[in-house]
């Protein structure tokens, strides 16, 4: 096999691990996207020494808070995307069991600690899920966004330029420990709207998602990203020139900053 081939056989699998990754953000409502260093700093500061009862991790996306998670005896991280749970699993610790399964369908009635990076239509129906499912001792922590209608018993705002926000949670559970079935919390505050489903397309979730510029899957860095990768071989150039892009992707990144800037701007 030359070199041209095995370029094409290597820009043809990247092509469909993009797709795959595509399809199925489009489909969960939300890419996987890696939290930062500051991120993890601040989520490793709100893990709990001691948690009675499971430990789970709802999106986890390429693993890349897996690591600060080996503390624990076992943990079940949850990511339905085929590529991206493979790479989650490659990069799990011992303890980390990765599930390709949809954590909605999952009951947490055993949880502990539940940890997550998701986006704010999930959140919102997680509030729900939490409040029937949760004891009232376990830990929530979430990244970047929060629980409707929850007051945190802790945030942290990053010294970042997007001012990220880590959220940590207890008590907000609906069930006292060791009682069984469902129990609606009282006289917490309702969540507008009706959230959406897993397998809906939340256009409004994907465009607050990906106005970032280190979401891959569906923005146009990844696009300029595999138009630039494609220019080092020959053939590669030759398939990279019929993308009508091309020009523009050096911009692309910057882009992305300026309008994210923007977007979290507006969101405070």
């Not at 199925?24 to 930062?36: A, K, T, V």
């Not at 949809?102 to 998701?118: E, I, N, P, R, T």
């Not at 129906?125 to 802790?154: D, H, M």
């Not at 919390?185 to 998602?209: F, N």
Request: proline share 7%; charged share 20%.
């Amino acid at each position: 096999m030359n070199s041209d081939s095995t370029a094409l056989l290597f820009l043809l699998l990247l092509l469909a691990a993009v797709l795959s990754i595509a399809w199925y953000s489009l489909r969960l409502g939300i890419s996987p996207m890696p939290s930062s260093r500051k991120a993890k700093d601040a989520i490793a500061g709100f893990l709990p020494e001691h948690v009675e009862g499971e430990v789970y991790e709802l999106g986890a996306g390429w693993g890349s808070l897996l690591g600060l998670l080996d503390r624990y005896p076992k943990v079940l991280a949850f990511e339905l995307s085929p590529v991206v749970s493979l790479i989650a699993r490659l990069r799990a610790p011992k303890n980390v069991v990765v599930l390709r399964e949809d954590f909605f369908q999952h009951d947490l009635s055993d949880a502990g600690l539940v940890v997550c990076y998701l986006y704010p239509g999930a959140m919102a129906r997680l509030k729900e899920k939490f409040e029937k499912e949760l004891t009232k001792g376990c830990y929530v922590i979430s990244n970047t966004f929060a629980v409707p209608g929850w007051e945190p018993v802790k945030v942290i705002m990053l010294d970042d330029w997007y001012r990220t926000k880590v959220y940590l949670y207890q008590g907000w559970g609906g069930r006292d420990k060791g009682t069984q079935g469902t129990q609606e919390t009282q006289g917490t505050q309702g969540t507008e709207g009706t959230p959406p489903g897993t397998g809906d397309i939340d256009l409004k979730g994907i465009i607050q998602y990906h106005l970032c510029p280190s979401a891959c899957p569906l923005s146009l860095v990844s696009l300029a990203s595999l138009v630039s990768l494609a220019s080092l071989c020959p053939l590669g150039r030759s398939l990279a020139s019929l993308c009508p892009l091309r020009p523009f992707c050096p911009l692309f990144p910057l882009f992305h900053v300026v309008v994210h800037r923007i977007h979290v701007v507006e969101r405070l």
